[in-house]
């Protein structure tokens, strides 16, 4: 019994003018919409890494903030207060040349047995059981030391590096020519503990004329505030950087301060913040030597109030790795849009020549042509 057939006739001719008019056109739609999938990755990662920079910004400030809060209240304890005052009135009648003599005698015996008495009875005081409590409450705190008028300890956690004043960059910042300031410092490094940290001092004034009397200075731990920041990050080449408005890198993957290194993509950063748009925007595309890096930054603001802590917070990644699963796409629409441009061009080649075989065929001597509906090609499908 003879097999049913279902056949279609269609003209070359008109299978070539589908073809053109709708396999080329969304093969190059849907190229289209692949790259405005690329724009549309960049823009939302962007977005991300610049809110993940604000929250990471703000969790910086407010680690500072905290901890300044915190000397702050130690500063205002009356044990605190009592010992500076009681220190003070001691050296009242001493004019400032013996005072100056005595303080510079006292520093070069510091490490030596002739000041152990006196180191003694600074750890031994009231204000010192204070401040090793205050410790003990906030492990982020290395060191506590009071400080008098003129920078000389009074009471302290541990036993202090220096009798006198070591850092007068400090000491002038945080006395302010008499009206007292909070001082913070860049941060430091402890090579006996190997970790960094920074310096708050916060000032002790009178009750009554507001005048400095003395500060408190303490050793804050920001390891635990870098590690934070430096946490697990979800890819390879994903990093959160924090850098000085100069381009340093304070803290880093695998880096720490005292190496010095300079962030390539900060660069970027500082041209985008000197305009709007790129302020509002809080991320860009930096063109850097190993690549393209997604950027998003944000200021922590701590400089309006810390001269020394002018730190921005940059989360990054390279663009290749942001896009790699949409960029499989993209290849693919690439290759179907050459594929179909190949395929249009093959059958446009094969239509021509067979046309122009099929007319060479049915021509005849005298010039008669065969009547036009048997010169229509037809291709069968069966």
Do not use: C
Request: charged letters at 20%.
């Amino acid at each position: 019994m003879p097999l049913n057939t279902f056949e279609i006739r269609v003209s070359l001719e008109k299978l070539l003018i589908v073809l053109i008019v709708i396999l080329v056109p969304l093969n190059f739609i849907g190229l289209y919409l692949t790259m405005q999938s690329h724009t549309g990755v960049e823009r939302t990662t962007g977005s991300l890494f610049r809110d993940i920079a604000q929250s990471d910004a703000i969790a910086t400030r407010q680690f500072v903030d905290e901890r300044v809060m915190t000397v702050g209240a130690i500063a205002s304890q009356p044990a605190v207060v009592d010992a500076i005052v009681e220190a003070n009135r001691a050296s009242t009648g001493m004019n400032d040349a013996t005072r100056t003599a005595k303080i510079a005698d006292m520093e070069k015996k510091w490490d030596t047995a002739e000041a152990d008495t006196l180191v003694a009875s600074i750890l031994a005081s009231r204000a010192s059981a204070s401040l090793r409590r205050s410790r003990e409450l906030d492990p982020r705190f290395m060191k506590l030391i009071v400080l008098d008028t003129d920078g000389v300890p009074v009471a302290a956690s541990d036993k202090p590096r220096h009798y006198a004043p070591a850092d007068e960059v400090f000491w002038q910042g945080v006395s302010a020519q008499g009206k007292g300031a909070v001082y913070v410092t860049g941060v430091l490094w402890d090579e006996l503990g190997r970790t960094n940290y920074v310096g708050i001092g916060v000032p002790v004034l009178d009750e009554s004329s507001r005048r400095f009397i003395g500060a408190v200075y303490a050793l804050v731990d920001v390891s635990g505030l870098f590690a934070q920041l430096n946490r697990e990050q979800p890819g390879r080449t994903t990093a959160t950087v924090l850098v000085r408005e100069d381009g340093t890198v304070v803290s880093a993957p695998n880096v720490v301060p005292a190496m010095q290194l300079k962030s390539e993509e900060y660069g970027a950063v500082r041209d985008a913040l000197g305009t709007l748009q790129g302020r509002q925007a809080g991320y860009l595309i930096a063109n850097l030597r190993e690549g393209n890096r997604i950027v998003g930054f944000a200021d922590t603001g701590l400089t309006q109030s810390y001269s020394n802590l002018s730190w921005f917070v940059m989360v990054s990644q390279n663009e290749g790795e942001v896009l790699a699963p949409v960029r499989t796409v993209g290849f693919f629409a690439i290759l179907m849009v050459v594929f179909g441009l190949l395929m249009v061009t093959l059958l446009a080649a094969y239509f021509f020549l067979h046309r122009a075989r099929e007319m060479a065929e049915i021509e005849v001597p005298n010039g008669r042509r065969v009547p036009e509906e048997e010169e229509e090609d037809h291709v069968g499908v069966r």
